[in-house]
């Protein structure tokens, strides 16, 4: 592929699987704009937590979307383990999903570049992306991960209860009939279980490398 083309790279896979701290690092090598698109869902469902609604009804959720720009990026409680079931839950809902397809979409086609990480990149938001990964690690690796995370956070938390939600999240992000959570055809598996951070990074930027 010639390096003329924007770089559009597409970083997806489950929950605490290191696909943020990845997508963060490929984004400050290659010196592009990075959207963790989680974060959207998460500020939908803080909206709802905050101001009200029942992640219950579709209804309410689209709603919260609409008023999600009360929420700024550094609020800690978007990383909370309450925030992320919530938006676990609500991002099954095509509504939602729809609402925050435009502006995921438009930052993935910017002139420049980016790169974006999230569940559905490579298949749905950005299937012309030009890398796509696909990362993954084990439920104990992962559930382990989050758990250092929330106490570097001062949240404490229970091994097994980060398990038990892990497979839940896991359950319904590959269940769900609209963009479930899936490996594009064309992604390159990244498993990143026996691996640090350092050692991960270097073989993401590797596999980016291999496709330019
Ligand atoms: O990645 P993170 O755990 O912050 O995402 C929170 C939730 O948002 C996920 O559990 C997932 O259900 C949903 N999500 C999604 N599609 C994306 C990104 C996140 O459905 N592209």
Avoid: N
């Avoid at 970083?11 to 990075?34: C, E, M, N, W, Y």
């Avoid at 959207?35 to 959207?40: E, H």
């Avoid at 839950?89 to 729809?98: C, E």
Wanted: aromatic share 4%; glycine share 8%.
């Amino acid at each position: 592929m010639s390096s003329t083309v924007p770089l559009v790279i597409a970083v997806d896979g489950p929950a605490a699987s290191g696909k943020g701290t990845i997508a963060r690092a490929l984004a400050k090598h290659f010196g592009l704009p990075h959207m963790d698109t989680g974060s959207l869902y998460r500020a939908a469902a803080l909206t709802m937590v905050r101001f009200g609604g029942d992640p219950g009804s579709e209804f309410e959720a689209v709603r919260a979307c609409a008023q999600m720009a009360q929420i700024t990026a550094d609020d800690p409680e978007l990383r909370s383990e309450i925030v992320g079931s919530i938006a676990s839950r609500i991002s099954a809902y095509p509504g939602v999903r729809a609402a925050l397809l435009e502006r995921q979409r438009a930052f993935a086609r910017q002139a420049g570049g980016a790169v974006l990480d999230g569940r559905d990149i490579g298949s749905v938001i950005a299937p012309f992306a030009s890398a796509k990964l696909f990362v993954t690690a084990s439920i104990e690796v992962r559930a382990a991960r989050r758990m250092a995370e929330l106490e570097e956070r001062g949240m404490p938390a229970h091994l097994e209860e980060i398990v038990v939600d892990l497979a839940a999240r896991d359950a319904r992000d590959q269940e769900r009939a609209d963009a479930p959570l899936t490996r594009a055809g064309d992604a390159q598996l990244l498993d990143t279980s026996g691996m640090g951070v350092e050692a991960a990074v270097a073989a993401a930027i590797a596999m980016v490398q291999k496709t330019r």
